[in-house]
């Protein structure tokens, strides 16, 4: 099958701008993110290149399929990457400790990140009829989609990894929604919202997950632990003031007082150095991605291609917004990536085969 | 079905818009935290960060240099490797403190001690832990970084002796500055770890020596380590001092009197200037300069023979014959006697109903004054204490500065005693017995002096009448070489004398060393003349037990044209002239020898 010429004219240069941009500011930031570190900036900055140019080809094939027959072959996806998910469970429990990536070729991947947007793809496919007829869902009808949201989240929060996992509910259930529900499944759906984190912490959180929950209520709690680098990632974003300290300049990062300032701590260097006027633009760029997901959304040709949209756009939304707070002290410290800026090979094909999908959505909303 | 279409349309339109609305929310919400943070809070964040980051470190200067008068070193720095703990940087307490017990020789006790003195203080002030350590130790420490956070290196100089025990009460030592010190208000600018001298020429001198600490503004890491320095205010040294001390005689000296318990002290009786003082027992003040453990602390401050005391200024002792010197300056002075008064020597002197002996049982038969002072005739000045009274003796032991501090510049010390009626009133209220006076008249009985003061009296006699307060330094230098104080000779005693008074005890005492009689007729020298008089004291022994006498020896000399006066004392030494007097004649020995080594170098240049 060969693009048709007419479709690139449809390209969404907006979204491709707005994508360059955000990862050159990624780029830039994880060059003064990684310079304290023994090893130096090269070797980082190489990597996530390289990731970069996997992931723009990665877009190209994804381009070269239409979005329906990519969802159509959804499941196959879908049981590939739940196959690896169990691997790293298994390898990681073989190795006798915790394991979030499995090694292929010396390539470190992490499994759970691609599995966020196979599950987009998934329910997509899954519940797109619905949408269509507008057939609201009743109880007996998510039980599938909430078996295909969670088989693959509680392996993932077993790995264990935290952010993920929780990733994939909350995009599930905002799929759900937009989907939409019946009002006894709203009920179902919020009682289970409410108990869930109490099983949670009963039956699936590690010691120190727990201690990051109880040092997010209470950060004076454990000054030296959790608390502790919590309060310095607070403490280098408000030391930015308003315009920084300026690039290269940030002292809290630089001097190691705060840990994976280069991955899920990576905006603490932004706000630290690029102060309040820095941050304002980051969000902007993010609140346009995101809005644009909406866009791509409203005017896609099919109700597929508008879950899909919508899944994407709020899975970005999630991770931009948690991780955030995470910085700012607005919500606990889980492991989640900041899209296009964080350090990390596998957000990043994750994230551009994403827009992949919304370039592909958006290229075919119209019938030829 | 068309209106159904549009309901869908508008359901979906909703989810739309919803979507959107709580996009915006959230991004309200994390403007509204990042204004709190940044803008409203900012001010105090950056703060913090700024106190995660620098750290003030104190940059120690290094103390001024002590050098002889030749200009060798006797004092001076090298570096050091320090230990210190800063609290706020301590991630785990234990693992830290029990790392460090592991690592170093050092008990919890000690770092716990050591961490409750500072308790008042900050918590980002580094404390002092261990001083000096060896290079092995850093090595461990070094390797074990990673789990001691909190745990610094430091390098600072630290005071090295070169002659180690050689100037242990000359120059004294440095250490540590104590809690009770830090509260007094004369050393409120000096903080806990801080050196400080505490004995001899480095208390004496501190303010010149100490030199004013810099200031080091560093950045560190999460785990306290120094980054970069971003601010410095570098330290400025302390002055150097010059001493009238001479390496050569103080180092003759201090072999005489190995294994010996006494003093001794050289000046130049022309300007006062101390040329060696030696003290015996000693310690080792390099011990007390690297942080004195406290073993060796009890050691040397229990030891019985007290190698803290300064003996030379601190020793009380009763001067024995050196004594006569003043009785018989008193004498001819006062005209009670000449060169013509003879009394009779028996071997002893029948008073108040007992007999004071003379040294030589079989008597020394009729003696005049040259004799008596040559052959220490006891029974003699017997005679000639009790025409004098003992208030004429005082009178001028007083004017020679005997029984009471010399003014020398060293701490602590202390002054002696020559009793007079007056004295005895006060302190007895009783009345003095003419009993008495004999005795003392032989620097017997309640006369004590200290081996400082009795060279006063040989510089008083070497000068003929004049003598000098003893200086150690000679001048103090910034570090820039300028020359910022000097000192000059300051006169304690210039009585005129009657000519003969000086030239009968003068010939007197040369002729103890070199006439065949004379008590020190064994430590005549051949090149140069040397004038002397031996004293042997009666000890108050100690607990009841005599351990024998106390020997003394003063001297001056060339004899004519004195350049040198001595006073030396060998605790329990036995005879003056067998114990203290060779001592003497080491110091002269060497002083003058070389001088005419050097007398004939310059022949030798000139030929």
């Known amino acids: 099958m060969r693009i048709d010429k007419r479709r690139l004219y449809h390209l969404d240069w907006y979204l491709i701008i707005n994508g360059l941009v955000l990862f050159g500011v990624g780029i830039f930031n994880l060059i003064s993110a990684t310079s304290s570190f023994y090893s130096g900036s090269f070797n980082f900055i190489i990597k996530q290149l390289v990731a970069f140019f996997i992931g723009n080809g990665l877009i190209l094939i994804i381009l070269h399929y239409d979005y329906r027959a990519i969802a159509h072959q959804s499941k196959w996806l879908y049981m590939g990457g739940l196959l690896l998910v169990v691997l790293v469970l298994i390898i990681g429990m073989a190795a006798g400790g915790a394991k979030r990536w499995i090694s292929i070729f010396g390539i470190n991947i992490q499994p759970s990140e691609f599995m966020k947007p196979i599950i987009i793809l998934f329910l997509a496919n899954m519940l797109y009829e619905r949408k269509k007829h507008s057939v609201k869902l009743g109880l007996k009808d998510i039980m599938r989609p909430m078996a295909a949201i969670f088989i693959p989240a509680l392996l993932i929060i077993k790995q264990p990894d935290l952010g993920t996992g929780i990733i994939i509910v909350l995009t599930g259930f905002s799929i759900l929604w937009f989907v939409g529900l019946k009002k006894s499944t709203y009920a179902l759906l919020f009682a289970l919202g409410a108990i869930s984190p109490f099983i949670a912490w009963m039956y699936l959180m590690k010691p120190y997950q727990k201690m990051r929950i109880l040092s997010f209520i209470n950060i004076d709690a454990d000054p030296s632990g959790f608390g502790y680098h919590a309060k310095q990632a607070m403490i280098a974003v408000g030391s930015g003031r308003f315009f920084g300290k300026g690039y290269m300049e940030g002292t809290q990062h630089k001097l190691q007082f705060i840990p994976e300032h280069h991955t899920d701590f990576i905006f603490t260097v932004i706000g630290e150095e690029w102060g309040f006027f820095g941050s304002i633009i980051l969000f902007l760029l993010f609140a346009a991605f995101i809005w644009r997901c909406i866009k791509i959304a409203q005017n896609a040709n099919d109700e597929i291609g508008a879950i899909i949209a919508f899944g994407i756009g709020t899975m970005i939304f999630l991770q931009f917004s948690i991780n955030v707070m995470m910085a700012i002290h607005l919500a606990p410290v889980v492991g989640i990536p900041l899209p296009f800026i964080s350090y990390g090979g596998s957000s990043l094909l994750t994230v551009l085969a994403s827009t992949g999908l919304l370039l592909n959505i958006n290229m075919r909303r119209y019938m030829f | ?607």
Not at chain 2, 151 to 177: D, L, T
Not at chain 2, 417 to 425: G, I, Q, R
């Open chain 2, 1 to 607: 079905m068309e209106r159904f279409i549009k309901d869908a349309n508008t359901i979906v339109d909703s989810k739309y818009t919803w979507s959107k609305r709580i996009l915006v929310f959230i991004l309200i919400i994390l403007l509204v935290r990042l204004w709190d943070l940044q803008i409203m809070r900012g001010q105090e964040m950056k703060r913090l960060s700024e106190q995660n980051r620098i750290r003030i470190k104190k940059v120690v200067a290094p103390r001024g240099v002590i050098y002889d008068k030749k200009g060798r070193i006797l004092a001076d720095t090298r570096p050091s490797f320090n230990i210190y703990i800063t609290h706020e940087d301590i991630k785990n307490f234990d693992q830290t403190i029990d790392g460090l017990v592991s690592l170093l020789k050092i008990s919890k006790e000690e770092i716990m001690e050591r961490l409750e003195a500072t308790k008042g203080l900050p918590p980002s002030f580094p404390v002092k832990i261990k001083s000096d350590i060896s290079m092995d130790d850093v090595a461990k420490i070094e390797a074990n970084r990673v789990y001691l956070p909190g745990v610094n290196i430091q390098i600072e100089p630290k005071r090295f002796y070169h002659y180690g025990k050689m100037f242990a009460h000359m120059i004294g030592y440095v250490s540590e500055i104590s809690d009770d010190e830090l509260k007094k208000k004369e050393y409120k600018d000096y903080s806990p770890g801080d050196y400080i001298g505490k004995y001899g020429l480095e208390k004496a001198y501190e303010a010149y020596l100490r030199g004013m600490d810099g200031e080091k503004r560093v950045e560190v890491d999460s785990r306290g380590r120094e980054v970069r320095t971003l601010e410095q205010k570098d330290p400025i040294p302390g002055n150097s001092i010059y001493l009238n001390v001479d390496l050569d005689i103080q180092a003759v000296i201090d072999k005489a009197l190995e294994n010996r318990r006494g003093g001794c002290i050289v000046v130049d009786p022309k300007t006062g200037g101390v040329i060696a003082l030696v003290s015996r027992p000693a310690f080792d003040p390099n011990k007390f300069a690297s942080g004195i453990t406290k073993q060796d602390w009890q050691a040397i401050a229990l030891d019985k023979t007290h190698p803290l005391q300064n003996r030379v200024i601190q020793g009380r002792y009763p001067p024995g014959s050196t004594f006569k010197i003043v009785s018989a300056l008193k004498g001819l002075e006062s005209g009670i006697i000449n060169e013509r008064t003879i009394f009779s020597c028996r071997g002893g002197f029948p008073y108040g109903g007992r007999v004071f002996r003379c040294w030589k049982k079989g008597g020394h038969g009729s003696v005049n004054i040259h004799r008596a002072i040559v052959e220490s005739c006891d029974v003699f000045f017997y005679n000639l204490g009790l025409k004098l009274g003992v208030d004429r003796i005082h009178e001028m032991s007083d004017i020679i500065g005997l029984g009471r501090v010399t003014g020398i510049d060293l701490p602590s010390e202390k002054d002696g005693l020559v009793p007079s009626t007056e004295w005895k009133k006060k302190t007895y209220g009783q009345p003095w017995f003419e009993g008495e006076t004999v005795s003392v008249s032989i620097g017997q009985g309640a006369v004590w002096l200290t081996p400082a003061q009795l060279v006063q009296l040989a510089s008083f006699v070497a000068n003929e009448g004049i003598n000098y307060k003893p200086h150690i330094v000679n001048r103090i230098v910034s570090p820039e070489g300028k020359v910022i104080k000097t000192f000059e000779p300051v006169i304690n005693a210039n009585v005129k004398l009657k000519k003969d008074t000086i030239r009968l005890v003068k010939e007197g005492m040369k002729g103890v060393v070199n006439e065949g009689s004379g008590t020190a007729y064994g430590s005549r020298l051949e090149n140069v003349s040397m004038s002397g008089k031996t004293g042997t004291a009666q000890s108050v022994g100690e607990k009841g037990r005599n351990l024998g006498d106390h020997a003394w020896f003063i001297a001056y000399a060339p004899s004519d044209n004195p350049s040198v006066a001595i006073s030396v004392l060998v605790e329990y030494g036995g005879h003056g002239s067998s114990a203290a007097a060779p001592v003497a004649k080491m110091v002269t020995d060497r002083m003058f020898n070389e001088k005419k080594e050097i007398k004939e170098a310059r022949l030798n240049e000139n030929r």
